[in-house]
């Protein structure tokens, strides 16, 4: 079965501190994508980054940084020197090559205190 | 600008009617998808089209239909049978295979059953 799992439900953090995001998923296939995106309040989820299977490197994006570990099937996303305006709810997700639909966590709201 | 729009951003329901949800994009896009989001549930896939004419259902299609009659238009319809469609809404939209592209998504629309 395929399945994505965010175990943080809630994380309040002050703001300039460090905060990681936790995302473990579950698939027999040997080729996927893993996916994280944002959702404001506003409402509309934003891409934040696409990462495939064969690809281990980690990735920084600015104060945004992602490690996948196949080891332990994890895709963690760490946000350095939080900001007030990182405050959102946060999704991990993930698409099968034989699949065209995209199976999502149930998301991290992040609190990030002035 | 491309994008989806989804409308309207409120919508309010009487027990027993059907009401329909709107999806417009004009990015090009083939494949379209419709996503419910309840608080701590993460987003479950209703319906998704990946060509004019032609769609599939998701893991929660039961009391909702859909129709992809131009490939820009993916309107959707909660029915009276739908036993309790409180929620947010998502719709997406994708150039090609979702495990390539990820999706862009509308602001969603909440729908409240009074």
């Known amino acids: 079965a395929q399945k994505v799992t965010q175990a943080q439900t809630e994380i309040s953090v002050v703001e300039k501190e460090d905060v990681t995001l936790d995302c473990v998923y579950e698939?027999?296939?040997?080729?996927?994508?893993l996916f994280w995106y944002k959702q404001p309040p506003s409402g509309e989820l934003v891409f934040l980054i696409r990462?495939?299977?064969?690809?281990?490197q980690n990735e920084i994006s600015g104060r945004y940084s992602w490690n996948f570990q196949k080891s332990t099937s994890s895709f963690n996303f760490t946000i350095t020197a939080s900001q007030v305006v990182d405050s959102a709810v946060y999704f991990c997700a993930l698409s099968m090559n034989r699949d065209d639909k995209i199976i999502f966590g149930k998301g991290t709201r992040l609190h990030i205190l002035p | 600008d491309g994008g989806i729009t989804q409308s309207p951003k409120y919508l309010f329901r009487k027990e027993g009617q059907n009401v329909t949800l709107s999806c417009e994009q004009n990015?090009?896009?083939?494949?379209m998808y419709w996503y419910r989001q309840d608080p701590g549930q993460g987003l479950r896939l209703i319906y998704y089209?990946?060509?004019?004419?032609?769609?599939q259902k998701g893991d929660i299609a039961e009391g909702y239909s859909v129709s992809r009659e131009k490939k820009e238009s993916f309107p959707l319809t909660v029915t009276s049978a739908q036993k309790n469609p409180t929620a947010f809404y998502l719709c997406?939209?994708?150039?090609?295979?979702?495990?390539?592209?990820?999706?862009?998504f509308g602001s969603g629309t909440r729908l409240t059953v009074v």
């Open positions: 698939t027999r296939d040997t080729t996927y994508y």
């Open positions: 089209s990946q060509i004019v004419n032609d769609f």
């Open positions: 990462r495939n299977s064969f690809d281990e």
């Open positions: 997406a939209s994708s150039p090609g295979q979702a495990i390539f592209y990820g999706y862009t």
């Open positions: 990015l090009n896009h083939d494949a």
